[in-house]
């Protein structure tokens, strides 16, 4: 069809133009404007063949982030249960839903309140948008902490894709940010304690450093808190740094990484797969360099010799386009046969998937009310002050310590979690989940474990306290170092350990480890949710909770 | 090229891809539905439309054939609000409530009904709003939430006289004529004494509500203290003061404290006998049965006024040497009592006293009292502890007494209005959480709103008991918990309560372990309620009072108008105080108690601030002197004074002088000679004058006869002797100007009409009083000069 | 215990109108009409023709609200009837006269209720 756009330049027709037809042709460009300028703008038809296809994605500045042809594996539902895309279209409606927002919120500590009123009661669907936004902010953080997990069971931490997983931890905590400087905005009771509680978490390593006697020259949480708020409480300050840090900070940041994120995954060879579904991932261009950065001397060889017939050796040439393209690219034919072009497979997985996600999030939107409670008042402490979900695990853990709980704990857990990739290197069932019925057993066990050594300290705590009520005089420094949070830490530590020595695998460590602190996620957060009551007391129901 | 790719998902992928997307838009499509069609606004301005145009129509057929009629298709659909910036409001409220400032729309349901009263008037929509006064969520376009009945409001819509609580961010007077319940609220809470302990943020009257108890073991008889302090309603059904739960151990402190409260002049004075039937008519002329409760009448019900307290039972409460010396200066025991202060000499002091021991004395009673032991002179240990008791339920909130002053220690209630729900402590009652049913639910039964005091566990139930026992001084003052098993300090803990009246002395811990007899000492204490900390009496209030005081409370709010322009202008509140003669002889007689002048005082008798327009310089001096009523059905009137001769001439003189407003029918003075009494009588009979007013025996009983004839002071006057020209025309003319609550209607009259009236009115004169005048003096009452001769 | 929170809808609303009515009624008019609407006031007995009897259920279905509005506001005179009654309309507003309007309204139905309440006492 490309011939098209040379058929109005015909020497012929032009050098016997007259003054008449000239104008004719005019007309009959103008009436075919519409078509050529689709055409200019697409380029192609309906792409008939594998090829066309392929030029569909390639040519397309936004389908060209996919191969051109993509692994059978990856479009099974059960590969990645879609929870990438189910994230990434999330952030699109956060980012639509919210700059719609923004032209209706005022963010003063006067106004915003009011603004929110009036998104809600005037603005027209409004209120809708602003449901939109909190459904998809609360279900984004969901979906980037199931899709962390979907990477760490099928070992997508590996191998090659081993930073990507560190930028993939980089957007884990900027999803918490963003949600949490999103939550003050509304200006009404729920986000003011909130945040609230949530700057004393950020101010916890002032337990530390006041159990060192150091606070008055090194007031590191007190810093925290103060360029967080920029000033002492919450208010007008904290409210246009929250409002800044929401709206343009955290997402230009974050769409930085993503675009790391997803150039990595492409790079790295596509989604993890298993070697049956075809080639363990790519060769490695400059093997040597790859190998040493990687670790796996052999890899793709020692893979390559499990998945191919006995005899059919593939050749080492690949589709890349250039040798100074770095990362991996499909091997030729030996991977053909496991692909399915991108188009229309994948496009129309991805749409649907998209689709589904936006309608889910419309139906929520639709059924429920975003929570607006009363008017901001510092007079009036909301007892409990509840951080938002994603944050309460934390906050039950700040209840025992605040600087391990807030600061100590969470550091260890993000960073240890960053460094599984660079101290599990096996390299063997990537993109499988849980490695295998081995590894599921493991996970299966830890869970248990988890679930028994969370709840029972819990229950520990609440009916025999801890260490201030039997020394009263005990310094802090031992509790923070000794209190329910470090106890399961080390017990988790000492798990993974024991679970790695006793399969013999880092693999199994690490799955252990992930496990327990997942696990342990959950159960807090759901402990704090729902059994927590004023002053933070254990009530079995909020029935129970005191009238005061 | 190469195979065609199987696409072997992309069939279902399609279908799951189009059913999504066909959901969503119609998720979307819904969503604009619902904003740009169903909102209930919407219905209720189409409907306003719709009314709109019907009675154009209606108006258009009957007044103007060719007008043009009203499409209902013209009315706007729009969100209609009033913007009040300084008030930081935006009430949405006219967006359903279209029709509120349309006195057309008066016959329509809600929400297009127009609003009742003329309050929109001198308060237009525009400026004010509506939620300043009404509260609810003005923002909101839902019904439910703009009426603030949702989660996360405090402000619900205020209901029925709830809404006159708002009236006071802009009026900060004491009275706002428009809110009766308001200030009926503001009169009880002071008359009450609620600010004796509580703060409101108000200045203090000098007056404490009780009367001072400097002299009170003189007063009163110690059987009658115990009694009172126990049950108040028992000796007087309509007493003021509330009763306290108070144990008897409490009471005997309390009343041994009180009677140490002595006068010793009277202590020392002889026993008085005086002479029933002269201190009957002294009780006649002094008109005491317009302010206190003085007899039965056939069913029982008492008969009198309520300004003092009931007399019924005096006899057996108080002693009479003390009620000699306070007839003789009733100012002296009672400072701020509205009784009058009348001339008695100690011989009428003494008959009048001996009239009221025997007149209102309860025989029954008193035989019933005399068969009781006597009551032993209070021990030291319980002057100590009645004194301490004194402070610790603050009675000087209320009752002046020396070296014991008032602590103010209850709850501030200075914003009690605008505190949030969730501060409010509703206990486990099973109320509405609303500001208003919390208020209204705390006074009418002040204990229903408060924890049951239980034993938590790892407390020492002892401890714990014997911290919440109350009254405190009871207990914590004189003895200390003392060591030993548990068992023994609960025994211990319940004689304790035995011995101090609380609980009674044939009860004994139950067998069991300790945890079970603690157990049943709380429940046990708990049902006397001795482990309530609450010290609010009970003050017993109506259903309509206590309605009066929580829209009084509400009203107590942080919020206020946030710019002086919307203050309601201060009516300067002046107190007629007058430092002269005559204002020496008001404090003596209190005319205030019945009369109103100048906006002090009460009205149970006429206003005064006019007097000197009026009436007639004579007729006043007559009257003064000789009181009568000027209804037939009436015999109550003003108590015989017994003025001496210069005290009346001086009061006649000062108010004919004094109480004028020279504009006050001004138009009679000019135009007087235009009357005709002869057309005025025909206009009496044209106008119904006679439906309430007699005119020689004939004629309703409504107003005042306007020939009055009293047997007893044949010499009586009409109308014509007593009223002066100016003020009968600027009556007529508008009867409600001068007496805002004047049953009498305005007529409307033309000025002639008024003018034939009043001449109608003055031509009215009693022959026996004018011959009798004449004799004395030689002016004629409309003629006055205002001098008097002497 | 009381229930304050109550919303208020078409009917309370009614009753409130109905309730300020009789509050006008009762300082303005209960002296000629009675306490309870029966023409039977303190004053009766002085006036000829007697003042009416709301109870009087024919009367109710001669007249409207506006034929009272007039005879209120303007006397008996305006309408051909007794000079007794006078002219409210300078005193009441409109309003207040609606109110009273509502109220006389109800009186039928007090005064049977009174009557079926006797005829059980009896």
């Known amino acids: 069809m490309q011939h098209n756009e040379s058929d109005s330049q015909r020497p012929g027709e032009a050098g016997q133009a007259v003054a008449s037809g000239a104008l004719r042709e005019l007309w009959t460009n103008l009436l075919s404007t519409p078509q050529q300028f689709f055409e200019s703008a697409v380029r192609h038809g309906r792409p008939t063949s594998d090829r066309a296809a392929s030029q569909a994605v390639f040519n397309n500045v936004f389908l060209h982030i996919l191969p051109t042809r993509i692994n059978r594996h990856a479009l099974h539902v059960r590969t990645t249960f879609g929870l990438g895309v189910i994230t990434l279209v999330l952030f699109f409606l956060l980012v639509v839903t919210g700059v719609a927002l923004m032209v209706y919120y005022k963010p003063s500590t006067a106004q915003a309140y009011d603004s929110m009123k009036e998104i809600h009661y005037i603005v027209p669907t409004g209120r809708f948008m602003r449901n939109i936004h909190r459904w998809s902010a609360h279900a984004m953080v969901l979906a980037v902490i199931l899709h962390m997990a979907r990477a760490f069971y099928t070992a997508a931490y590996k191998g090659p894709r081993r930073f990507n997983w560190v930028i993939g931890m980089i957007l884990f905590v900027l999803t918490l940010m963003l949600s949490f400087t999103g939550y003050l905005l509304p200006w009404d009771q729920l986000a003011y304690w909130a945040v609230t509680i949530g700057s004393e978490i950020a101010e916890s390593p002032r337990e530390l450093t006041d159990a060192l006697g150091v606070t008055s020259w090194f007031d590191i949480g007190g810093l925290i808190k103060r360029l967080m708020l920029g000033a002492n409480q919450v208010g007008e300050e904290a409210l246009i740094r929250f409002y800044v840090l929401h709206v343009v900070v955290l997402p230009v940041v974050m769409c930085i990484f993503l675009v790391v994120h997803f150039w990595r995954i492409r790079k790295d060879g596509g989604l993890a797969k298993p070697p049956e579904s075809g080639p363990p991932e790519s060769t490695d261009h400059e093997s040597g360099q790859q190998s040493a950065e990687s670790g796996e001397p052999g890899a793709a060889a020692q893979a390559a010799a499990l998945e191919s017939p006995p005899g059919a050796v593939g050749s080492a040439k690949t589709y890349g386009l250039m040798a100074v393209v770095r990362g991996r690219t499909p091997a030729v034919d030996r991977s053909m046969a496991h692909t399915v072009p991108t188009w229309p497979n994948a496009i129309y997985a991805i749409a649907a998937l998209s689709m589904m996600t936006f309608f889910v999030i419309l139906c929520l939107a639709h059924c429920f009310d975003a929570p607006l409670k009363e008017h901001a008042n510092p007079a009036v402490p909301e007892n409990p002050a509840k951080a938002p979900w994603y944050f309460l695990g934390l906050q039950e853990l700040v209840s025992y310590s605040a600087f391990m709980g807030g600061v100590g704990i969470p550091t260890i857990v993000v960073l240890g979690l960053m460094l599984v990739p660079y101290l599990d290197r096996e390299k063997e069932n990537s993109g499988v989940w849980f490695s295998g019925r081995r590894g599921r057993r493991v996970c299966l066990l830890t869970a248990l474990m988890t679930t028994c050594s969370v709840v029972g300290i819990l229950a520990f705590t609440i009916n025999f306290g801890w260490l201030r009520s039997w020394f009263p005089n005990i310094p802090q420094l031992m509790i923070t170092l000794v209190n329910p949070g470090t106890v399961l830490l080390a017990l988790f530590m000492g798990w993974s350990f024991a679970v790695t020595k006793q399969t013999n695998s880092t693999r199994m460590g690490a799955l252990a480890v992930f496990t327990c602190f997942l696990v342990a996620f959950a159960i807090l957060t759901y402990f704090a949710t729902v059994y927590r009551g004023p002053n933070w007391g254990f009530y079995w129901s909020h029935s129970d909770w005191p009238v005061h | ?790 | 215990m009381q229930k304050l929170a109550i919303g208020h809808d078409q009917q309370s609303f009614v009753a409130a109108s109905q309730a300020r009515g009789k509050k006008v009624y009762d300082h303005y008019c209960e002296i000629c009409h009675g306490a309870e609407g029966q023409g039977d006031g303190f004053n009766s007995a002085m006036l000829d023709p007697p003042p009416r009897n709301f109870a009087d259920e024919a009367f109710w279905k001669r007249v409207n609200d506006e034929q009272l509005q007039t005879v209120i506001s303007r006397g008996g005179e305006s309408v051909g009837k007794s000079v007794l009654m006078p002219a409210w309309g300078r005193t009441l507003d409109p309003s207040q006269i609606t109110d009273v309007i509502a109220f006389l309204r109800t009186v039928p139905a007090l005064a049977k209720k009174a009557a079926a309440a006797e005829e059980s006492e009896n």
């Open chain 2, 1 to 790: 090229m190469m195979d065609r790719p199987r696409t072997y998902r992309v069939g279902w992928l399609k279908v799951v891809l189009l059913l999504s997307s066909v959901a969503s838009f119609g998720m979307l499509l819904l969503a604009a539905y619902q904003e740009n069609f169903t909102a209930e606004w919407r219905t209720h301005q189409q409907e306003f439309a719709h009314v709109l145009s019907v009675k154009a129509t209606a108006a258009n057929e009957t007044s103007a054939p060719a007008g043009a009629s009203v499409k209902a298709s013209d009315y706007p659909i729009e969100i209609r609000q009033a913007f009040l910036p300084e008030w930081d409001k935006v009430d949405r409220c006219i967006t359903c409530h279209v029709g509120i400032d349309n006195p057309a729309m008066q016959d329509q349901p809600q929400p297009l009904t127009a609003h009742p009263g003329d309050i929109l008037q001198h308060h237009s929509a525009d400026r004010y709003g509506c939620t300043i006064c009404h509260q609810g969520q003005g923002r909101a376009t839902d019904k439910e939430a703009a009426h603030g009945r949702v989660p996360f409001w405090d402000e619900p819509l205020l209901t029925g006289d709830f809404i006159q609580s708002t009236c006071t961010q802009c009026h900060h007077d004491e009275e706002v004529p428009q809110a009766p319940v308001l200030n009926r609220g503001r009169q009880l809470l002071s008359e009450l004494g609620c600010v004796g302990c509580h703060k409101t943020g108000e200045t203090l009257a000098a007056e404490k509500v009780g009367p001072q108890l400097d002299s009170v073991g003189s007063k009163v008889t110690r059987k009658w203290l115990h009694k009172w302090l126990a049950d108040p309603g028992k000796y007087l059904p309509e007493h003021k003061m509330p009763q306290y739960p108070l144990p008897s151990g409490a009471i005997d402190g309390l009343a041994a404290f009180l009677m140490t409260a002595r006068d010793d002049k009277i202590d020392n004075a002889p026993q008085p006998k005086g002479d029933y039937d002269t201190g009957a008519d002294i009780y006649r002329e002094s008109q005491c049965i317009v302010c206190h409760v003085t007899k039965l009448d056939y069913a029982d019900n008492p008969v009198g006024g309520h300004i003092g307290p009931s007399l019924m039972k005096i006899g057996n409460k108080i002693n009479q040497k003390w009620l000699v010396a306070f007839f003789q200066n009733p100012h002296s025991f009672l400072p701020h009592t509205k009784m009058p202060g009348y001339h008695f000499s100690k011989k009428e002091a003494i008959n009048l006293s001996q009239f009221a021991i025997e007149e209102w004395t309860d025989y029954d009673l008193q035989d019933a009292e005399a068969e009781e032991p006597a009551l032993p002179t209070g021990t030291p240990q319980q002057i100590a502890l009645g004194k301490r008791l004194f402070a610790e339920l603050d009675c000087a909130g209320c009752h002046e007494l020396k070296g014991s002053p008032a602590k103010r220690d209850a709850p501030e209630l200075t914003f009690i209005g605008s505190t949030p729900v969730h501060q409010l402590t509703f206990g486990d009652a099973k109320v509405p959480r609303t500001t208003p049913d919390f208020l209204y639910t705390k006074l009418k039964s002040p204990r229903s709103l408060h924890h049951k005091f239980e034993l938590h566990p790892g407390e020492d139930p002892v401890d714990a008991i014997w911290e919440n026992l109350r009254p405190k001084s009871l207990f914590s003052a004189s003895q200390s918990l003392p060591d030993g098993a548990e068992g023994e300090r609960l025994a211990w803990l319940l004689e304790q309560a035995k011995k101090a009246g609380v609980l009674e002395k044939q009860l004994a811990l139950p067998s069991g372990t300790t945890a079970k007899q603690a157990h049943w000492l709380v429940w046990a204490l708990n049902e006397v309620g001795a482990l309530n900390p609450l010290k609010m009496p009970d003050f017993q209030p109506s259903d309509q009072d206590t309605e009066a005081l929580a829209i009084a409370l509400m009203s107590l709010s942080e919020v206020g108008a946030p710019s002086k322009r919307f203050d309601a202008p201060r009516r300067s509140k002046t107190v007629f105080d007058p430092k002269d003669e005559f204002g020496k002889l008001e404090r003596h007689y209190r005319c205030l108690s019945c009369h109103k002048i100048r906006s002090s005082g009460e009205l149970l008798a006429s206003d005064l601030t006019y007097e000197g327009n009026r009436v007639n310089r004579e007729w006043l001096y007559h009257y003064l002197n000789q009181p009568y009523s000027m209804r037939r059905m009436l015999t109550i009137a003003m108590p015989i004074f017994h003025f001496p001769d210069e005290e009346s001439r001086l009061m006649s003189e000062y108010m004919a002088n004094v109480f004028v407003d020279s504009d006050l029918g001004a138009a009679w003075k000019r135009n007087r000679d235009k009357a005709d009494a002869g057309r005025g009588k025909t206009l009496f009979q044209a106008k119904g004058c006679m439906a309430c007013h007699q005119v020689n025996g004939t004629g309703g009983d409504v107003g005042p006869s306007l020939t009055t004839q009293v047997p007893e002071f044949p010499h009586g006057t009409w109308v014509g002797d007593k009223l002066k020209g100016e003020w009968v025309y600027a009556w007529l003319e508008n009867p409600q100007a001068i007496l805002p609550d004047t049953i009498e209607p305005n007529l409307g009259l033309s000025d002639q009409e008024i003018l034939d009236l009043t001449a109608f009115v003055l031509s009215l004169k009693n022959p026996q009083f004018q011959k009798k005048n004449n004799g004395d003096d030689k002016n004629n009452g409309d003629n006055n000069n205002g001098q008097v001769k002497k």
